[in-house]
């Protein structure tokens, strides 16, 4: 049997405006607990809510970047549950009049293809505190710092066919709100949370199965894998005759397993209705026009415009715009290197290598745009090979400075000097007799392919600084003289 | 003192004829002697008020006071105050006092008013008798057996008694004219959004709105000029100018359009309060008004309609008070969903309890398209009865309340006869305009009252037409029997 793995993603993206979504205290992450939570966020009785324009300005720029249908006229409703981190008793959000409406995005996958996901909707919503178990003797802290906080959520529709086109999709969101600047998009901080839900079917089927939810899931890594590994659960039920029950499930990542959250309760009314102190939010054509006006180039607009510009593969375009820092740091390196193909090489293997390795991102960078295009110059000019090269960049990393000193003070310029590489190779024919007396016997077509050995050779003779183009021309004049 | 009017204080204090510390403190020892029996403080803060007093005295002296300056009042215990207990008349919040003051509060202290407490009121203001209150009923200063009405049954009846010349109030359903008409008292609520409702405890955000209670039409237009104005942090607060409410008092009413619904003149109507009320309104054509008989046909799906979405808000509304972060926490709680329990069922009087239940049902899944969405459309329908009535007509009139005021506990275990008393009342508020009411007569030796209902905004010919009304009468001169019997202390 062949199954079909169904994926729908609803995701949280906390917006990085000063103050939170109804008052005016500060967003800012890791202050004390219960510093930035106001009478309003207390919910102390007679306080109200004041919508924030910002989030508004956020929301609609994402709407816009997603190509979606932007809600004219948008309405909060209150949410009702009880829980101590909720101060309200009620969470506000929007339901059936969200700010944006349905839309669609294209992601990228590795195999080179794309494919189209659409967008159910996305709404405004404010974020709840923190209940802290620990620490406490047997009691809970309430940290109401985030109670109040923007977020947008954003579901998709079920579109998804695998846990890899979610981390795609996911990648993809990421980098739109963080090109839009409207999120940090930092997973690590909650910044983005994803749940998913993920049902699966027999391959040609048309019914959805029943689907789980899986909650929280807070980094790419865990989205893919928790999805493998549900998909895979609900499978082996279905195979061995059983049924998937609809519930919410958590990933734990130490086990990498989902196990059933919420099972015995019974399902929860949240009694949604339209909330009364908030009026409905309605958008002028103006507004939205001149927020169009003020969106940056997004990432799919910038990588074809790399590819186009800058002749990259469009794979490798894709990469280099996933983030909006990383793109920047592309084009500079492009710009004064004027070698984007050399520039996009470089980014891809020896940076990401040494990033991937030092686990920073790419702002944190120890070698920077600049000295990254200074290296390349070096490369393109003669002054050292790509071989130097790679040890010239593991010393910028170290901090030992631009190309053209680390070059300079570890003597690693190129030997040109053709007396200096004739004499170097008649060293390595002269102490090589075995080798040169195979190459004269040896088949025409073979003698290339033999000619590595030499070269070879006079390159660990020249601790690799000697030219490999000179090196290959003489020594194939010297040893065909041979012949 | 006492007997004075709030325009009378406003003129006796700049003419010297006595201080405001002089009549502040009349008032609090006035108070201190007689609210025992009346029960219309839950509290009193004569310190803070001696000291507004005195500072307003000073300002009176320099010659750079505000209109209210020096003139005392007191706050339903609705609205926030600045190191005050504020208990909304629940044990929920018997020990909660707030960190900050609400717009109502100061405004009026900008305006110079002199605070000197706050008035009983139904606990959450959900109740028509003032008997739902933690601290106990609030007695008719015209017959202590009989209820003020609510929920703004202290201030009413603070104002009745005499004990203070103006109060704050609030109306959901009908409870700042409702009290006022069982007191005879003069009472205004404000089209929706004129006052912020920023540090009004909620109890159903569309339909709350607070107002003034006091003895005339001129005092009620003082304290509203006050009271009114934009607020940024009430969402719904209008932004509209203010005008003087006072400066129109006077205008000419010949020609004024009165509208008479005639579904306010049907059965449950106490026929002595009809006829005071027919009274009333041939008063208006002696002063040159003219009646034009209309009709507001969905007036008889407003208490159906009421009863849905009030609950369904204060559910919502009242979520907030858990035990977790203040107001009344049960002792020892086993675990959370036990503090939930305990906290609520000990911190809500049943009449809370029973709005929440009803509201929470209204809003659940299932339900809502029948009970919370038909509400919704039963609103729009008397909202459209009313734009209709003022194509015709300037303002409406009928009476306020079906009864004049009834015995304590002769309605508490009928519920639905309870809300009947809003049943001319709630009809305003599910519209949003602003309406008033203000005394025409007696009926059985109690108070019965006119009610204005005005266009949006219109609160100045409402008040026009008020003003009018006690030149040419007296029935807002009458003393109830306890301020009369009291006089002599």
Known sequence: ?483 | MHQLTIAEIIRGLREREFSSVEITRQLLTRIEQLDGDLNSFITTTPEQALQQAGAADQRLAAGDAPLLCGVPIAHKDIFCTHGVRTSCGSKMLDNFVPPYDAHVVEQLQAAGAVSLGKTNMDEFAMGSSNETSFYGPVKNPWNPEHVPGGSSGGSAAAVAAQLVPGATATDTGGSIRQPAALTGTTGLKPTYGRVSRWGMIAFASSLDQGGPIARTAEDVAHLLTAMAGHDRRDSTSLDRPVPDFAASLNDDIRGLRIGVPKEYFSEGLNAEAAARVQDALKEYERLGAQLVEISLPHTHLAVPAYYVIAPAEASANLSRFDGVRYGYRCENPADLRDLYMRSRGEGFGEEVKRRILVGAYALSAGYYDAYYNKAQQVRRLIKQDFVQAFEQVDVVMGPTAPNPAFRLNEKTDDPVAMYLEDIYTISANLAGLPAMSLPCGQAGGLPVGLQIIGNYLDEGRMLNAAHQFQQATDWHRATAPFAQAAGEQ
């Open chain 1, 1 to 483: 049997m062949e199954w079909e793995v169904v994926i729908g993603l609803e995701v949280h993206v906390q917006l990085a405006t000063e103050s939170k979504l109804f008052s005016g205290a500060s967003t800012r992450f890791g202050a004390a607990p219960n510093t930035q939570a106001c009478a309003i966020d207390l919910a102390m009785p007679g306080t109200l809510p004041v919508p924030n324009k910002e989030a508004f300005r956020h929301a609609v720029m994402f709407g816009l970047a997603m190509n979606a249908e932007i809600g004219r006229r948008s309405v909060f409703e209150r949410k009702n549950y009880f829980y101590p981190d909720l101060p309200k008793g009620y969470q506000t959000t929007q339901l059936a009049e969200p700010i944006v409406g349905p839309g669609e995005i294209e992601i990228h996958l590795e195999d080179g293809s794309s494919r189209k996901v659409r967008l159910h909707h996305a709404h405004l919503e404010e974020d709840a505190g923190k209940s802290l178990h620990e620490d406490f003797h047997g009691m809970s802290g309430i940290d109401l710092n985030r109670a109040g906080t923007p977020l947008i959520e954003i579901v998709s529709e079920p579109d998804l066919r695998s846990a890899a086109e979610a981390v795609a999709y996911l990648k993809k969101l990421h980098s739109i709100v963080t090109y839009l600047g409207i999120s940090d998009g930092d997973m690590s901080q909650g910044s983005m949370r994803c749940d998913a839900n993920v049902s699966v079917r027999l391959k040609g089927e048309k019914e959805l199965g029943t689907r789980t939810e899986i909650k929280n899931v807070n980094s790419f890594r865990f989205v893919e894998r928790a999805i493998k590994v549900e998909a895979e659960r609900q499978i082996d039920l279905l195979e061995d005759g059983g049924t998937v029950t609809q519930e919410t499930r958590l990933y734990d990542a130490d086990k990498n397993e989902t196990r059933s959250m919420r099972s015995k309760e019974v399902a929860n009314d949240y009694r949604y209705f339209p909330c009364p102190d908030l009026l409905p939010v309605e958008l002028s054509e103006d507004y939205i026009e001149q927020l169009r006006g003020e969106l940056p180039e997004l990432p799919d607009a910038k990588s074809a415009r790399f590819a186009s510009e800058y002749g990259l593969s469009a794979y490798d375009a894709d990469q280099l715009t996933q983030e909006r820092v990383l793109a920047d740091y592309f084009e500079t390196v492009a710009g004064k290197s004027g070698e984007p193909k050399l520039a996009a090489n470089w980014m891809m293997g020896e940076l990401a290598a040494l990033l991937n390795r030092e686990e920073k991102s790419i702002d944190q960078s120890p070698v920077s745009a600049e000295q990254l295009a200074g290296l390349i110059a070096r490369i393109v000019d003669g002054t050292i090979s790509s071989k130097i090269a790679k040890q010239v960049f593991e010393a910028m990393a170290n901090g030992e400075g631009d190309a053209d000193t680390v070059i300079e003070q570890r003597g690693l310029k190129q030997v040109s000097d053709t007396g200096a590489i004739e004499q170097m190779i008649d060293e390595v024919i002269a102490g090589s007799a075995k080798q040169v007396e195979n190459y004269r016997n040896a088949d025409e077509a073979k003698r290339p392919k033999m000619m590595g050995y030499f070269v070879g050779q006079v390159m660990k003779a020249s601790k690799g600084q000697a030219n490999p183009q000179m090196i290959n021309k003489i020594l194939k004049d010297k040893l065909d003289a041979l012949l």
